[in-house]
């Protein structure tokens, strides 16, 4: 279980990205975190893991507190925690196997990782992290020879090579297609319910993230401004977190979803 409390930052600028947000996420719960652009979604994340210094609050994963940990100590905290980026953070010049294995190197020693000679173990749960995200054939292609949605897929298998017990999530879809946009998240999702993970997903789509997550956190000037189920998502809320704005196309394209969805599972 994630566990958030009263988490504010503020930049030396001043500026207040996040002010005293404070939720739980339960083992195999997926949230979905949507708001406007600078609302504190992309801060909230990277709070979390620490790649941001929070100014103060707490956050504590399955009962141990992330804030307050040493170099050392969060180095092997953030092994526990897996990432997804939404520009791939992929190593171009390797193969999708070698990117995959990077997953391990908080495991390995150094000349394990830089003569790439890694264990058994971890090599054969690389193969089956490619053959569940459906990728077993590119396993020995360049990362750079890789669709977009491939690049995704292969950091959706690496941030797993860590068996993290905490998924975060920063814009997996920003840069794809509707279609494979779905596919993926439909791919995150599934994987979180067979390990029963936890997962932040930060996502402006909101039809996505009405159709896929279970939960949404709404961030306005980065205060929590909306906690609920997707279904409760309705016209005041929205405006509530985003402004003013006419939002029947949303509700014509969460009509069109359940009908695709609808579709999908009949096939």
């Avoid at 279980?1 to 030396?12: E, F, I, Q, W």
């Avoid at 946009?181 to 390990?195: A, D, K, N, P």
């Avoid at 006419?246 to 096939?267: F, M």
């Amino acid at each position: 279980m994630l566990r958030v409390d009263a988490l504010s930052k503020t930049y030396a600028t001043g500026d207040k990205a996040l002010d005293s947000v404070s939720f739980t996420v339960e083992a195999g719960q997926v949230v979905g975190l949507i708001g406007p652009s600078g609302a504190g979604k992309s801060t909230l994340i990277r709070c979390v893991n620490r790649l941001v210094e929070p100014t103060s609050g707490s956050v504590h994963l399955n009962n141990q507190a992330i804030t307050g940990l040493s170099r050392k100590q969060l180095g092997e905290m953030r092994r526990r925690i897996g990432m997804i980026f939404q520009e791939y953070a992929l190593v171009e010049r390797l193969t999708v196997m070698e990117n995959v294995l990077s997953g391990r190197l908080g495991y390995v020693s150094f000349w394990r990782s830089f003569l790439r000679k890694f264990p058994a173990e971890d090599v054969q749960q690389a193969y089956a992290l490619l053959d569940r995200v459906g990728l077993i054939q590119h396993a020995n292609k360049r990362a750079d020879a890789l669709s977009g949605g491939q690049r995704q897929r292969v950091g959706i298998a690496r941030a797993l090579e860590q068996n993290p017990e905490l998924l975060l999530v920063d814009e997996p879809t920003a840069s794809l297609d509707p279609k494979t946009s779905r596919s993926i998240m439909r791919l995150i999702v599934g994987i979180c319910q067979e390990r029963n993970l936890p997962a932040i997903i930060n996502i402006h789509d909101v039809v996505l993230a009405r159709q896929f997550t279970q939960r949404l956190i709404g961030l306005q000037d980065g205060k929590v401004v909306f906690d609920g189920l997707p279904s409760e998502l309705d016209d005041s809320v929205l405006t509530r977190i985003y402004g003013e704005e006419d939002w029947t196309a949303i509700e014509g394209d969460r009509a069109e979803d359940a009908e695709s969805a609808e579709d999908e599972s009949v096939a």
